[in-house]
C-alpha cells in the first residue's frame, strides 16, 4: 500500500476508537483496520465482540430507567471506574475487567489478526487497549503502540504485568502519564503526543484553526464583553488569521455512539423554532452513522416544521461520517456532547456544552474539560433559550472557546506523524 508507514487498529465500537485512528491515516495508507471486525476475522471472535457491543449499548439505554436502570449501570460501570488520581501510590494490581480480557486473550482474541500482520512487521500502532494486549501475548513482530483516547484511562488499558511490557502509550498529557507510572509503566514507554485531532480542522501552522476561530468569536460574543477586554491577547494569537466566512449562529449536538440523549436534540430544535425559522440560528444535529438516530432526527424536524433550517449530520459508514462531521466543525460555534473523546475537540476554539456524563471515563472527560476552561455544564435543555443567550451576551463562551485553545493539546496528530516519518 503506498506510503505506508504502520498498520492502524482500531475497535469498531461505538465512535472513540475509530475517531481518533481517523487523523492517522495518512501513516497507514489510507486503511484502518479493526480488531472487532476485519476480512476473514474467526466466526467466534466476531461473536464474541458482537455480544460485548450489544450488551453495552443495551445497558447505556437502559441507564434512562427510573431507579432500576441507574442500577444496573453502575454495576457494569463499577468494572472500568477510574480511581482517583492523588494520593500518588502503587496502581498496578491487575483489575476483574483486565482479567476478563486477558482470559479471552489467551484463549486466542486477536490472534489471527496479528498473525496476518506479521508478514509487514510495520510499527502496530492502536486505539484499542485489547489489540495492544493482544499484539504483545501473541508475540508481534513489530514495535506496539497504544493511543489513548481519553483524558484518563483505567488500569484495564495498562498490561497485565506492566513492568514487563514493551507496548508504547502515546498519552495526551503528563496527568495521564504520571497515572500510567502509577501503573506500573516503564517510563520510556510513556510518550506524551497530545490526542490526534483531524489535521483538516488545524492546519500545518494552525492557520486553519485560528481561521475558523477568528470568525467564531464574534458570533460567541455578541455584546463584545470578552473581545473588548482581552483584545490583546486575541490578537497576538489570531492576528494572522483570516476569518472564514460569516454564518449564523451554528450549534452542533452529538450524540453518543449508543444513540443515547438524542432526545435533547428535538428540545433543542423546538426551543429555538423563532431564531431557525428567520435564520439567525443553524443547528446540526449528529446522528452519526446510525440511520435510527437519523430517522428519528428527520421525524422531529419534519414535526417541528423545520426541514430546510436544521441539518443532519450522517453518513452510512464512519469514515465518511468524521469527514462530514470535520467539515461541519469549521462553521460550527458551539458544541454540545457528552464528555467522550470529543472533548479534545475544545483545542480547536470550541466551546462545549457538557451532556450528563456516561461511566467513570466521562466524568474525568468532563473534569479535564472545565479545568482547561473549555466547557460548560449543560442546565435544563428546555430552559436553553434563556441560559444559552445569557452564556452568549456575558462573553463565556468566547472565553471558553479562547480558554481551551491556549490550555488544550492542539498538535498531537503531528507530533505522531513525526514519530513515524523519520
Known amino acids: 500500500m503506498k506510503n505506508k508507514k504502520i498498520n492502524l487498529i482500531a475497535a469498531d465500537m461505538g465512535y472513540g476508537h475509530q475517531r481518533a485512528a481517523y487523523p492517522l491515516l495518512d501513516l497507514s495508507g489510507g486503511e484502518i483496520l479493526t480488531l472487532n471486525n476485519y476480512d476473514?476475522?474467526?466466526?467466534?471472535?466476531?461473536?464474541?465482540?458482537?455480544?460485548?457491543?450489544?450488551s453495552y449499548e443495551e445497558v447505556s439505554r437502559f441507564?434512562?430507567?427510573?431507579?432500576?436502570?441507574?442500577?444496573?449501570?453502575?454495576?457494569?460501570?463499577?468494572?472500568?471506574?477510574?480511581?482517583?488520581?492523588?494520593?500518588?501510590?502503587?496502581?498496578?494490581?491487575p483489575t476483574i475487567q483486565q482479567r476478563y480480557f486477558y482470559r479471552f486473550i489467551k484463549k486466542g482474541l486477536g490472534k489471527d489478526l496479528v498473525k496476518k500482520l506479521n508478514k509487514e512487521k510495520l510499527p502496530f500502532v492502536t486505539t484499542f487497549f485489547v489489540a495492544a494486549q493482544a499484539a504483545e501475548y501473541h508475540n508481534y513482530q513489530g514495535d506496539i503502540f497504544c493511543v489513548i483516547c481519553d483524558t484518563d484511562a483505567s488500569r484495564a488499558w495498562a498490561p497485565l504485568e506492566p513492568k514487563n511490557s514493551r507496548i508504547k502509550y502515546l498519552v495526551p498529557s503528563e496527568k495521564v502519564k504520571q497515572r500510567f507510572?502509577?501503573?506500573?509503566?516503564?517510563?520510556?514507554?510513556?510518550?506524551?503526543?497530545?490526542?490526534?485531532?483531524?489535521?483538516?480542522?488545524?492546519?500545518?501552522?494552525?492557520?486553519?484553526?485560528?481561521?475558523?476561530l477568528s470568525a467564531r468569536l464574534n458570533n460567541l460574543d455578541p455584546e463584545k464583553q470578552y473581545q473588548e477586554e482581552y483584545q490583546s491577547l486575541i490578537s497576538g494569537e489570531l492576528s494572522l488569521a483570516t476569518p472564514s466566512p460569516k454564518h449564523p449562529l451554528t450549534i452542533t449536538f452529538a450524540v453518543g455512539g449508543a444513540g443515547a440523549q438524542k432526545e435533547i436534540g428535538a428540545i433543542i430544535i423546538n426551543q429555538f423554532l423563532e431564531k431557525l425559522k428567520s435564520g439567525e440560528m443553524i443547528i446540526n444535529l449528529v446522528a452519526g452513522?446510525?440511520?435510527?438516530?437519523?430517522?428519528?432526527?428527520?421525524?422531529?424536524?419534519?414535526?417541528?416544521?423545520?426541514?430546510?433550517?436544521?441539518?443532519?449530520?450522517?453518513?452510512?459508514?464512519?469514515?465518511?461520517?468524521?469527514?462530514?462531521?470535520?467539515?461541519?466543525?469549521r462553521s460550527t460555534d458551539i458544541l454540545w456532547t457528552k464528555p467522550s473523546e470529543l472533548s479534545f475537540y475544545c483545542a480547536l476554539g470550541l466551546p462545549i456544552i457538557i451532556s450528563s456524563p456516561v461511566g467513570s471515563q466521562e466524568d474525568f472527560n468532563r473534569e479535564w474539560l472545565i479545568s482547561v476552561g473549555g466547557g460548560v455544564d449543560s442546565l435544563e435543555p428546555e430552559y436553553v433559550a434563556q441560559w444559552l443567550t445569557a452564556l452568549l451576551d456575558s462573553g463565556r463562551l468566547a472565553r471558553a472557546a479562547m480558554d481551551a485553545f491556549l490550555n488544550a493539546e492542539l498538535m498531537g496528530v503531528y507530533n505522531i506523524e513525526k514519530m513515524f516519518s523519520k
Open 40 to 54: 476473514g476475522i474467526p466466526t467466534w471472535e466476531k461473536k464474541y465482540w458482537e455480544d460485548s457491543l450489544k
Open 63 to 93: 441507564k434512562k430507567v427510573p431507579i432500576i436502570g441507574r442500577f444496573v449501570f453502575s454495576i457494569m460501570d463499577y468494572f472500568q471506574k477510574i480511581d482517583p488520581l492523588y494520593p500518588f501510590r502503587d496502581l498496578s494490581e
Open 181 to 212: 507510572l502509577m501503573y506500573g509503566l516503564k517510563e520510556e514507554n510513556l510518550i506524551i503526543t497530545g490526542f490526534p485531532l483531524p489535521k483538516e480542522n488545524i492546519g500545518q501552522e494552525k492557520e486553519i484553526v485560528k481561521a475558523d
Open 289 to 329: 452513522n446510525r440511520p435510527e438516530i437519523r430517522d428519528y432526527f428527520l421525524e422531529e424536524i419534519s414535526r417541528a416544521n423545520l426541514t430546510n433550517q436544521v441539518r443532519v449530520i450522517f453518513a452510512p459508514d464512519k469514515i465518511s461520517y468524521f469527514k462530514k462531521f470535520n467539515e461541519c466543525l
